[in-house]
């Protein structure tokens, strides 16, 4: 699977973003995710969306950013809402042929089979 990201940019406090994830090759996978990781800090996941269409999110995310998924166009979508200075950072796109939920954090974040090149998002305050 091949996954390349676009989408992201500088915004201020309060403003949106909408990042793109599209797939080729192999995009039968079990699941997809975004994944971001800011300078200094771990890789830890953001939200996942399952084959069933089951999502899940991380807790400083909850409320303001919504994963989705085009089966057609095999792409999926980050829309991310209220964004703060602490969202900055680069985010991924990641895949796998198994269940991404409980990789969200830790070391188990590398076990993901698959990942685009990133795409930077900064929030200025």
């Known amino acids: 699977v091949q996954l390349v990201e676009s989408g992201g940019g500088s915004v201020q406090t309060g403003g949106s973003l909408r990042l793109t994830c599209t797939a080729s090759?192999?995009?039968?996978?079990?699941?997809m995710g975004w994944f971001r990781q800011a300078p200094g800090k771990e890789r830890e996941g953001v939200a996942v969306?399952?084959?069933?269409?089951?999502?899940t999110y991380a807790d400083s995310v909850k409320g303001r950013f919504t994963i989705s998924k085009d089966n057609a166009k095999n792409t999926l979508y980050l829309q991310m809402s209220s964004l703060e200075p602490e969202d900055t950072a680069m985010y991924y796109c990641?895949?796998?042929?198994?269940?991404?939920?409980?990789?969200?954090?830790?070391?188990?974040?590398?076990?993901?089979?698959?990942w685009g090149q990133g795409t930077q998002v900064t929030v200025s305050s």
């Open positions: 990641a895949a796998d042929y198994v269940t991404c939920a409980p990789r969200m954090s830790g070391s188990m974040v590398w076990t993901l089979a698959y």
């Open positions: 090759g192999n995009t039968q996978t079990a699941c």
């Open positions: 969306i399952e084959w069933d269409g089951k999502t």
